[in-house]
């Protein structure tokens, strides 16, 4: 859900902002 919050508002950047909150999940995953 917070990928997708963070997409809607940056709308501008949508494929970037999608892009890192991807990237950020996934580091946390492995990290946890």
Do not use: I, P, T
């Not at 963070?6 to 999940?25: A, K, Q, T």
């Amino acid at each position: 859900l917070g990928m997708v919050v963070v997409v809607m508002g940056d709308g501008d950047d949508s494929g970037r902002g999608m892009w890192c909150g991807l990237c950020f999940h996934a580091e946390k995953k492995e990290k946890v």
